[in-house]
């Protein structure tokens, strides 16, 4: 029935929601994403990246976050990619080249080119009630009562990476494939859930042949590569979010079935799988903590500065306690009245107010992937020249690799800061409301009933984007 | 057979170079390159571990090269007024060398230059200059 109604849906009436291209079928793209070689090499690239960033960690300036290439490729460099290019444009392109699990993967397998499906490792499953998102919520949570130190303190950083790769290394000998990656890694969870807004996907080019295909290799494996180590059934695949786009299933299918897509932006939210409230709350975790980030590093308000960097003990304490009852609780609870609203305002009985609460939430992604791209551009453009300091001297030993270091700190573009936030937002509200409507359609499948019901969502987004709108233009 | 120890040692060649690599390659670095210090100076405001080391010991006579690293978030300086040795500010993450020759045996004190904190005045420490 959903799948119906979306056949001929437009994006802001305008782009049609079905359009895909096959990037793997432009010349020479099928051919790269099919070497073994890829994408492990740029895994290994990135692994050099993040192994100079451990290190400085603990040689270099242990107190000067702006002088950290640690810090700075952390947080100026890969978080603002994340958010501005890779999560909304690629997917999860970034868990693609993700040198973070790689120790673990490489121990199951005992190859780091070649393929071997008879993995090691204790191969647990892991257990059906955490295979949601519930686990990386409350990490990816309890990661940010630490905010105030990881861009002071080049240690912390160093600690919360050091965290994610052991945990990486001793789950994936617990359990089977990418069961970290999954459920527990702090990254993940965003990623995922804001990949359904992405305009790649991975995606099989023609169901039939895979009905067809009776070894179904892309999930067991063969010669040419892994049994999808996402744990997926890639032939049906129909969302982004759990897909770590490792390209294992364009090297198994001996059709060349699969497809790399680009697609108009968030098709996947109208997708009805595997939707829940870890999901639900990990959109509101995601607003909760933009808004606090923001009011925390930009905000005039010192108080609270000093309590995110955990000036007194106290202090840090109340930060955290405000922090995750907004998250958890306030947010949510915000979000629940207005679904209620709209439930009221259909006039449909049928429809149980849980689906109500947990379908809506879903067009709180693009607004909330919008305001964390205009909260990126308030890092970038007046951070960005730190850059090509700690390029050149990323141990703050007084090296000057490539002649950059003494580039003074010089803001980019910054009068135009609030003008760009500002277009970000409003794009970002724009599309969430045209999806509310689609998602309130989807839910409430009649027409009048479902415009009735979108008029509380409606109200709600407009006062997000107004809110945002004040706290980012000060 | 021969084709799978080739691939083998390929991999481990790269695996290496991404994870060693960058660790030696570092030190080795940062090793010829301080090889004709004297001694390095971490700086950092009192409350947070002061100069460290404190107390350094020169030969007199011979030139002295030392490195004065400011790993604090706030802006420092060194100086030792009895020899005239005064790097200026040193901002936070910066560093800077100071080179001289010490022409008389004694105790000298360095210290702060700048208000770093409301400890700036325990910010010192002592350079020994022996007669061999
Ligand atoms: S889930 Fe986390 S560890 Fe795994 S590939 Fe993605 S970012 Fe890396
Ligand atoms: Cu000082």
Redesign the pocket.
């Known amino acids: 029935m959903s799948e119906q109604n979306s056949k001929n849906q437009r994006l802001l009436g305008l782009f049609p929601l079905n359009w895909r291209f096959d990037l793997a079928s432009l010349p020479g793209v099928r051919w790269l994403l099919k070497q073994r070689w890829f994408p492990m090499i740029v895994i290994l690239i990135n692994m050099f990246i993040f192994i100079v960033i451990l290190m400085s960690g603990i040689m270099g300036g242990f107190s000067s976050g702006n002088y950290s290439f640690g810090i700075m490729f952390v947080w100026i460099l890969w978080w603002v990619l994340l958010m501005m290019l890779l999560v909304p444009v690629l997917s999860?392109t970034?868990?693609?080249m993700?040198?973070?699990?790689s120790f673990g993967e490489w121990l199951q397998r005992l190859r780091i080119f070649g393929v071997n499906n008879k993995l090691g490792g204790l191969n647990l499953k892991w257990p059906r009630r955490l295979s949601n998102m519930w686990v990386m919520n409350f990490l990816f949570l309890g990661t940010t009562f630490f905010s105030g130190f990881f861009t002071v303190k080049p240690l912390v950083t160093f600690y919360l990476l050091g965290g994610?790769i052991v945990m990486?290394i001793v789950l994936s000998l617990i359990f089977e494939k990418?069961s970290?990656?999954?459920y527990v890694?702090?990254?993940?969870g965003f990623?995922g859930l804001y990949a359904n807004m992405a305009m790649t996907e991975i995606r099989v080019k023609d169901p039939n042949i895979c009905a067809k295909h009776k070894k179904k290799t892309c999930e067991t494996g063969n010669k040419k590569g892994y049994g999808c180590p996402w744990l997926l059934e890639p032939h049906s695949l129909k969302r982004n979010t759990y897909c770590?786009m490792c390209l294992e299933c364009f090297k198994t299918c001996p059709f060349d079935n699969m497809a790399f897509n680009i697609r108009p932006p968030g098709t996947d939210l109208l997708v009805n799988e595997k939707r829940g409230l870890d999901e639900a709350w990990k959109s509101f975790i995601m607003i909760a903590i933009a808004i606090m980030f923001y009011v925390a590093m930009m905000g005039p308000w010192g108080w609270i500065k000093d309590w995110v960097r955990g000036n007194t003990l106290t202090g840090w304490l109340k930060f955290i306690s405000v922090h995750t009852a907004f998250a958890l609780v306030i947010i949510p609870g915000i979000f629940f009245v207005f679904s209620f609203l709209s439930k009221l305002f259909s006039g449909s009985k049928e429809v149980r107010l849980k689906a109500v609460f947990v379908n809506l939430s879903y067009c709180l992604i693009p607004m909330g992937l919008a305001s964390w791209i205009a909260f990126s551009f308030g890092f970038l453009l007046p951070n960005g020249s730190y850059i090509l300091h700690i390029l050149s001297d990323p141990f703050a030993l007084g090296w000057d690799l490539f002649g950059t270091a003494n580039i003074p700190w010089t803001p980019v573009a910054t009068g135009w800061l609030v003008p760009l936030q500002f277009i970000t937002l409003f794009a970002g509200y724009l599309v969430a409301a045209d999806y509310g409507y689609k998602l309130s359609l989807q839910t409430y499948t009649d027409p009048a009933a479902a415009k009735r019901g979108f008029i509380p969502l409606l109200v709600l987004l407009t006062l997000v984007v107004i809110a945002f709108g004040w706290l980012y233009g000060g | 057979m021969s084709k799978t120890i080739i691939k083998t040692i390929i991999s481990a060649v790269l695996v290496l170079a991404c994870t060693i690599g960058p660790i030696v390659a570092a030190l080795a670095y940062e090793s010829s390159r301080t090889r004709d210090l004297t001694a390095e100076i971490l700086a950092r405001a009192p409350e947070k571990g002061n100069y460290s080391p404190r107390f350094v010991t020169v030969a007199f006579g011979q030139k002295v090269k030392l490195r004065v690293r400011n790993i604090d978030t706030v802006t420092h300086g060194f100086a030792i007024p009895a020899l005239e040795v005064d790097a200026g500010e040193i901002k936070a993450g910066q560093y800077a060398v100071l080179e001289f020759t010490p022409e008389k045996p004694g105790k000298y004190d360095f210290y702060c230059t700048t208000w770093c904190s409301e400890f700036h005045l325990q910010m010192r420490g002592i350079l020994e200059v022996t007669a061999r």
């Open positions: 999860r970034w868990c693609m993700c040198p973070l699990p994610i990486g990418r970290f990656c999954l890694c702090p990254v993940s990623q770590g």
